[in-house]
């Protein structure tokens, strides 16, 4: 038997990052810095106030500067457990379904992600639905891929501080290609936007 790993063990040159475990202080830093997001976005303070807050922003970029570490060892994006899995940079998605059929996630958005008249910009969305592309490639047991194209139609205005469900599944597979599709939905099952694109298994060496 070949010592050679099979193509859905190979992940092109895309090292292989294992989950953390951060401890409970990193999940209270992250609920803290959503928070301040939203407020970063949202708040109205006097002169004095915005100076006290940026003395504390500096503090706290002080504080951690010092430990600021190569991707794949920081604990952010690889904690499962935790909403966006511990990455600011995800809309706060829980996972509800992990399935070779299909994925599902539980997502509500904040004021953080407004683009006007309270509704989510429509650039946060392509966001969601890439990340999604990602999760149905891993739960179909296809090797890591590379968006190679991603389409999304807009249906309805996509609210904020609602539990709203984004669902992805592979539509056909050949080769390299997946092509998959995704959809967000509101409690009522109206669909607010749709996606569709093409993830691309990487080659050996690939990044």
Excluded: C
């Excluded at 509500?108 to 999760?135: I, K, Q, T």
């Amino acid at each position: 038997m070949s010592d050679e790993p099979s193509v859905f063990e190979q992940h092109g040159g895309f090292p292989v990052f294992k989950p953390a475990d951060p401890g409970p202080g990193f999940e209270r830093f992250l609920t803290a810095m959503r928070r301040a997001q939203d407020l970063a976005v949202s708040a109205n303070p006097d002169g004095d106030t915005w100076e006290q807050a940026a003395d504390r922003a500096e503090a706290l970029v002080k504080l951690l500067g010092p430990y600021e570490a190569p991707e794949g060892v920081g604990p952010a994006n690889r904690v499962p457990s935790l909403p966006g899995a511990g990455s600011l940079l995800m809309p706060p998605w829980t996972v509800s379904k992990f399935e070779p059929e299909g994925v599902e996630l539980k997502v509500e958005f904040s004021r953080f992600h407004v683009g006007g008249n309270y509704a989510v910009h429509g650039g946060v969305l392509p966001l969601l639905f890439d990340s999604v592309f990602g999760m149905v490639i891993h739960a179909a047991g296809r090797p890591i891929s590379r968006t190679a194209f991603l389409h999304v139609d807009y249906r309805k205005v996509t609210p904020i501080d609602t539990v709203l469900t984004a669902r992805g599944w592979v539509r056909e597979a050949e080769g390299r290609k997946a092509f998959v599709n995704a959809e967000l939905r509101d409690p009522d099952e109206n669909l607010l936007a749709e996606a569709n694109g093409l993830m691309l298994r990487l080659l050996p060496g690939q990044p």
